[in-house]
């Protein structure tokens, strides 16, 4: 018999209980970057320039960075919660 626990396993070695932690949501966000910049240095470089000066980033601008990371969130978020395929079939479905 599976315990919830195993049932409800989070992707790239998180826990639930990280969701809840500053310390787990902190290496959360820095695995979600690691990815980021490994695939998309380009959006990496202009996120960390966001978070380091938000306000001098117009709102157009904040915009369009927040429509450009929507596609990588979507993909770690998917990777997360093991939900992988279904967001592939609704992609599909939507496209």
């Known amino acids: ?7 409800l396993a989070l992707g790239y070695g998180f826990t639930f209980g990280d969701l809840h ?29 966001a978070r380091a000066n938000p306000a001098a980033l117009a709102a157009k601008d904040e915009g369009n960075l927040l429509v450009d990371l929507g596609p990588s969130v979507d993909e770690f978020l998917a990777g997360l919660f093991g939900v992988e395929a279904e967001v592939q079939a609704l992609a599909a479905e939507t496209h």
């Open 21 to 49: 932690d500053r310390d787990g949501l902190v290496r959360l966000d820095g695995a979600y970057l690691a990815r980021l910049e490994a695939e998309k240095p380009e959006l990496y470089q202009r996120l960390l320039a």
């Open 1 to 7: 018999m599976a315990t919830a626990a195993a049932e």
